[in-house]
């Protein structure tokens, strides 16, 4: 299944494979920079993966060998921009796309090559884990260009990298490669050119073998410590753990243990 969500101005396109499905940003023409109608699009993609009950794991890519995610269009900035006004409209659907997948039930990966710049990267920093080939770079070029990130963007840079190391990034505006990203923790793995698509594959053949409730369970429970534990969150991770013990697989997952064999888990 291949479904294209359309823009004039690049697609935002899902696809699957077996118990993996694929969110791909499409742009080639602009290193897959991300038009406002593409950002738009991304919520209703990912919601899109999350209700399809074969699918375990979500893998955000770009189209091509070369680009992630460039950034923003930034030729679109003179009308989508023009205004703090029209800039804070622009953040809220930002937002959105990046809440889509942090909040997403499922476990996501960013499966990153070449650049990862801004808007990009903050895609990437909204999934689950993040593996980046070699020869990628990755930067956050805000100072720039004058404008401000929207403070959930904000608090994703941080809660991976640390204060100290997000300052310098959004001060200085640098460029680095993935060694040098690997190292501060912006990205989890950095693997050779040459074998990221074996390591996505095998990484995604990982978790679509594991509990997907328990994974669900951890994911909120995770987000809401880090999100600075509040009562509705925590709650709601509470009883996402509760629904764990309620399930099928916890019963499979113990009798499988006993029995020394694979569990066969079902999401129920």
């Given at each position: 299944m291949n479904t294209p969500l359309a823009s004039d101005q690049g697609t935002i396109s899902t696809r699957v494979e077996g118990s993996v499905g694929w969110l791909v940003v499409d742009n080639t023409?602009?290193?897959?920079a991300l038009s406002l109608a593409m950002w738009k699009q991304v919520p209703a993609a990912v919601d899109r993966l999350v209700a399809d009950p074969n699918i375990r794991v979500i893998v955000v890519r770009g189209a091509g060998e070369t680009s992630f995610v460039s950034g923003a269009d930034i030729s679109e900035f003179a009308q989508t921009r023009s205004t703090a006004a029209a800039a804070k409209a622009y953040d809220v659907i930002n937002v959105a796309a990046f809440k889509a997948l942090k909040q997403a039930a499922k476990p996501t990966i960013a499966m990153i090559r070449g650049h990862c710049l801004g808007g990009g990267l903050g895609l990437a920093l909204a999934c689950d884990l993040r593996i980046a080939a070699a020869g990628s770079v990755f930067g956050?070029?805000?100072?720039?260009?004058?404008?401000?990130?929207?403070?959930d963007a904000m608090s994703d840079i941080v809660e991976a990298v640390g204060p100290t190391t997000a300052k310098r990034l959004l001060f200085t505006a640098e460029r680095i490669g993935a060694e040098e990203a690997l190292r501060i923790q912006l990205i989890g793995e950095a693997v050779a050119e040459a074998n990221l698509d074996a390591r996505i594959a095998a990484l995604c053949a990982d978790l679509t073998n594991n509990?997907?409730?328990?994974?669900?369970?951890?994911k909120m429970s995770i987000n809401a410590i880090a999100g600075g534990c509040q009562d509705d969150?925590?709650?709601?991770?509470?009883?996402?753990?509760?629904?764990?013990?309620?399930s099928r697989?916890?019963?499979?997952?113990?009798?499988a243990f006993l029995e020394k064999r694979q569990p066969n888990f079902s999401g129920t």
């Open positions: 023409a602009k290193r897959n956050i070029p805000a100072a720039r260009l004058g404008i401000a990130y929207p403070l509990a997907p409730l328990t994974q669900t369970a951890a969150a925590m709650a709601l991770a509470a009883k996402a753990a509760e629904t764990c013990y309620e697989d916890f019963a499979e997952g113990r009798d």
